[in-house]
């Protein structure tokens, strides 16, 4: 879903019928969330690795996790369940999961939240610095294994 089909569908009223009848009415266009293209999606997934590589490679602890996932994403009404214990954050596109480290941006402890203000921040520069010591193998080209 996303704006571009919206403003199309509003300009025949079978589509506009058909748009209602799967997505519920909408009477603005803000009101649909955003897709992200994959340019942008890799272009955001890069920054955000090179900051946690640049860190140290910090990760959260499990317990950190399990509480931002069920407490916050997954309560939060960008968050669109993608199976157990998984989903997306529409917001900025990335993967969220309890559990893992491979693409899952809840996992690295150098993201926040990309909602204004955040729901939630980094992980503070001690923790980054403790949890970076912890890691000193090579890491894989997709940021998850170590």
């Not at 009223?13 to 942008?40: M, Q």
């Not at 959260?60 to 960008?78: L, P």
């Not at 993608?82 to 941006?105: A, E, F, V, Y």
């Amino acid at each position: 879903m996303n704006q571009r089909m919206w403003q199309l569908c509003q300009r025949r009223a079978d589509y506009r019928r058909l748009w209602d009848k799967l997505f519920g009415r909408v009477n603005d266009a803000s009101d649909i969330k955003l897709s992200h293209s994959l340019p942008e999606l890799i272009r955001n997934f890069r920054k955000e690795r090179k900051k946690w590589l640049n860190a140290g490679r910090p990760l959260r602890t499990q317990k950190q996790m399990h509480t931002i996932f069920e407490d916050i994403c997954s309560k939060c009404d960008y968050f669109e369940p993608t199976g157990k214990d998984k989903g997306k954050c529409q917001r900025c596109g990335c993967r969220l999961s309890k559990d893992g480290i491979m693409l899952n941006k809840i996992a690295w402890a150098t993201t926040q939240c990309p909602d204004d203000p955040p729901k939630w921040l980094e992980e503070s520069p001690e923790f980054i610095r403790e949890e970076s010591k912890k890691y000193k193998g090579p890491v894989s080209t997709c940021g998850g294994c170590s």
